[in-house]
């Protein structure tokens, strides 16, 4: 993403709309999902950062923080539990020798490839429940929340309101 604003393509008016029809089931799903996954040998979050790993590859903890939405404390912890954890490892920028990069592990990709496919299933339990033409419909809207996951930036939003 740019450093400018970018303007947004949809008014705030209209998303608002469908926010308000999208959120309270959103959140039933969400709370249905995390449930489903609770005996997970990972957090969410645990599984975002090492998503964010697996997509970026070697990252400084400032980059992990910021594409988290998280702070570096909150970062560095979550961090130093996966690495007590052999799941990822540190090591030295070899562009910058005072930095300090985070990779994943071959452990911490099987880890994360096993999870996935864990939750993977408890999503389809629910998926299970559409019509197979609703099923197919889900397919743009995973198009559509996997484009807001990559567009979606708060520090745009901050920027407009000031």
């Known amino acids: ?22 959120q309270p089931a959103m959140n039933k799903l969400v ?12 957090t969410t979050s645990q599984v975002s950062i090492m998503n964010q790993l697996r997509k970026r590859g070697p990252s400084r903890v400032s980059v992990i923080a910021q ?11 979550a961090l130093y539990h996966l690495e007590t954890r052999g799941l990822v490892e540190r090591m030295r920028d070899t562009t910058d020798r005072r930095g300090v990069l985070v990779t994943l592990t071959e452990a ?4 994360l490839a096993a ?4 939750r993977a299933k408890a999503l389809a339990e629910i998926l299970q429940w559409l019509s197979p033409e609703e099923l197919s419909n889900a397919r743009e809207v995973a198009r559509l929340i996997n ?16």
């Not at 450093?3 to 926010?19: C, F, I, N």
């Not at 594409?67 to 912890?77: D, F, G, V």
């Not at 911490?108 to 880890?111: I, K, N, S």
């Not at 999870?115 to 864990?118: A, G, I, T």
């Open 31 to 42: 709370v249905i999902f995390q449930r489903s996954t609770e005996g997970s040998r990972l």
């Open 115 to 118: 999870v996935s496919r864990e």
């Open 67 to 77: 594409a988290e939405l998280i702070r570096m404390p909150t970062a560095s912890n």
């Open 108 to 111: 911490g990709h099987a880890e």
């Open 1 to 22: 993403m740019s450093e400018e604003t970018a303007p947004s393509p949809a008014s705030r008016e209209k998303a608002l709309e469908v926010a308000i029809d999208l």
């Open 147 to 162: 484009k807001l996951a990559e567009v979606y930036d708060p520090q745009q939003i901050s920027q407009k309101e000031k």
